[in-house]
């Protein structure tokens, strides 16, 4: 049905021919890993420069209401889910702009509120928690062939964009009228941001679920700074990061027979915490 | 260099969540003059910047005369007076000057020619030798001369200070100042400048306006500064002492702003 995804298949168990690779769920754990990593170090360098970690988590839990309303109203979980999560990182937004509260209490206004509406519908509707597991939690094993070609379209899309934007993303991080003043249209990107990143989010909870998501844009990124000398350098060690937790991570969980999203972010954290005390004996 | 004035404002005014910022205020700025904005804290000052970067909405007219700009807008620089800085990141010198300009990531290859004119124009405030280092660990002056190289960068028509040399140490002040009205000779460029520095002010600006909400006065540093009107728009009696004449008799002004701030 999809010549294109099976070729890639192919290549994966010639290329890594162990045992664990040959299972057609691996080789498609291994591929929607593989276009993830790049795209939370992308966005995660920047999650970490605008200290958007709290933003990031009011999308990822905004998805718990995503998902009842699909329940709800008898529409594809994943669609309401993308739907509700965007809905949620373009009004935040929004509001920052148009408010003089902080922004962590915005997100915190809107976090609650959409917490309370899930919890609210599905406490109406029983039976409905046994959905949500595999979104708490994630379930990369079980990701299908249509969710791998939906997450390499988004991988372009998010790369391109990462691509476009980063130098002008940073300028903004650092000061606002000062990007503006250099010509950078600050609300367009600000905008494109939490949108791109809403997606990114969203995604990367079927990876390792709504609970850990942040932390796989944030702890790569995190990791990255320990070591990094510029701004150039920190993406590459950011990408190289998420990458080795995401494969350590899903041999280890097969081996291990523990959550892959869990153990995936064990790796980063474990990235995290050796470079901290590189970067500890090198300032030495 | 035509007649026609490089900033002239009419009747701007500013409301901010109901409390009004600026009212009214009637000012030119000369093409090639060096003006500088002061007054007490919360006179508006960075407010009437912020309205001529066009970041906070105003009534009345903001009028540019023409700039380099290819459809006659003039290019503004911009140099903020503080940064809430992450010390953490990981952005060069050389990263920052290449941000603005370079619209390939910076992770992905780095346009040559951008390196060198970023050197150029550190070089042009005397930092080249920062190229290298983490802006997080720059001390104030030199990131305030990097802030300056960078806008300088954009070759300005006009040139945005926002208190350059706050929180700089008193050598540190004195280079930046000297600098700018070197640079400024060579390049040519309109310079607005809030200060709160009036040594500075004297010693420098062509045209000194002082806003307190409205327009309290305008004209040259001597028309403006007399211990009459330092004591009507700050509330203290001062003269100006200039830090580059050891002979200056006057009684040392400090800073009236801050020492205004100091007993709040």
């Known amino acids: 049905?999809?010549?294109?995804?099976?070729?890639?298949?192919?290549?994966?168990?010639?290329?890594?021919?162990?045992?664990?690779?040959q299972a057609g769920f691996m080789q498609r754990a291994f591929l929607a890993l593989l276009l993830l990593a790049p795209m939370c170090a992308a966005?995660?360098?920047?999650v970490v420069n605008f200290r958007m970690a709290f933003f990031s988590d009011a999308i990822s839990h905004s998805a718990f209401t995503g998902v009842a309303l699909g329940v709800l109203f008898q529409v594809d979980p994943r669609l309401t889910l993308i739907g509700f999560g965007l809905l949620v990182g373009l009004a935040i937004t929004r509001m920052k702009h148009h408010s003089e509260l902080s922004m962590d209490t915005i997100i915190g206004v809107f976090f609650a509120t959409a917490i309370a509406l899930g919890i609210a519908i599905i406490s109406a509707q029983k039976g409905l928690t046994r959905n949500l597991q595999s979104f708490l939690y994630g379930d990369i094993l079980t990701i299908s062939d249509s969710d791998i070609l939906w997450a390499a379209l988004l991988f372009l899309v998010v790369m391109g964009f990462a691509a476009f934007s980063y130098n002008r993303l940073l300028f903004v991080g650092l000061s606002e009228p000062m990007a503006h003043a250099y010509g950078v249209r600050v609300k367009a990107y600000e905008y494109l941001f939490a949108a791109v990143l809403s997606l990114v989010v969203l995604f990367g909870i079927r990876a390792v679920?709504?609970?850990?998501?942040?932390?796989?844009?944030?702890?790569?990124?995190?990791?990255?700074?320990?070591?990094?000398?510029?701004?150039?350098g920190v993406f590459w060690w950011t990408l190289g990061f998420a990458l080795f937790s995401s494969v350590a991570g899903l041999f280890t969980s097969v081996r291990w027979d523990s959550a892959t999203g869990a153990t995936v972010i064990l790796f980063a954290a474990a990235c995290f915490f050796l470079t901290a005390l590189y970067g500890s004996f090198a300032r030495r | 260099m035509g007649q026609e004035p490089a900033i002239s404002l009419q009747k701007v005014s500013v409301r901010l969540g109901g409390v009004s910022i600026l009212e009214e205020v009637d000012a030119t700025v000369e093409r090639g003059s060096l003006t500088a904005l002061i007054g007490p804290n919360g006179a508006g000052k960075t407010t009437l910047l912020m309205a001529l970067l066009g970041l906070v909405p105003y009534t009345g007219t903001i009028r540019f005369g023409t700039g380099k700009r290819s459809n006659g807008h003039p290019r503004i620089g911009y140099v903020p007076q503080h940064l809430d800085l992450d010390r953490g990141a990981p952005i060069t010198v050389l990263d920052l000057m290449v941000m603005s300009m370079q619209r390939r990531p910076l992770w992905f290859f780095w346009q040559a020619e951008l390196k060198k004119k970023a050197e150029e124009n550190l070089g042009r405030v005397q930092s080249a030798h920062l190229i290298k280092k983490p802006i997080g660990k720059l001390s104030g002056g030199e990131f305030q001369r990097v802030l300056l190289a960078l806008a300088l960068q954009q070759e300005p028509d006009i040139l945005l200070l926002d208190e350059p040399v706050s929180g700089v140490d008193m050598a540190g002040e004195l280079l930046f100042c000297d600098l700018l009205e070197e640079i400024q000779r060579q390049a040519r460029f309109t310079l607005v400048m809030v200060s709160h520095d009036l040594s500075i002010v004297t010693r420098h600006a062509d045209h000194v306006i002082c806003l307190n909400r409205k327009v309290q006065c305008q004209g040259t540093a001597p028309e403006v500064l007399t211990p009459d009107n330092i004591q009507a728009i700050y509330g203290v009696h001062a003269g100006i002492y200039d830090h580059h004449d050891p002979q200056s008799h006057h009684t040392p002004a400090g800073d009236p702003g801050r020492s205004n701030d100091a007993r709040r």
């Open chain 1, 209 to 232: 679920g709504i609970l850990l998501v942040t932390a796989l844009l944030v702890v790569p990124a995190a990791a990255a700074r320990n070591v990094a000398r510029n701004a150039g």
């Open chain 1, 1 to 21: 049905m999809m010549p294109g995804v099976e070729k890639v298949y192919g290549l994966l168990a010639v290329l890594l021919p162990w045992e664990a690779m």
């Open chain 1, 43 to 46: 966005m995660g360098i920047l």
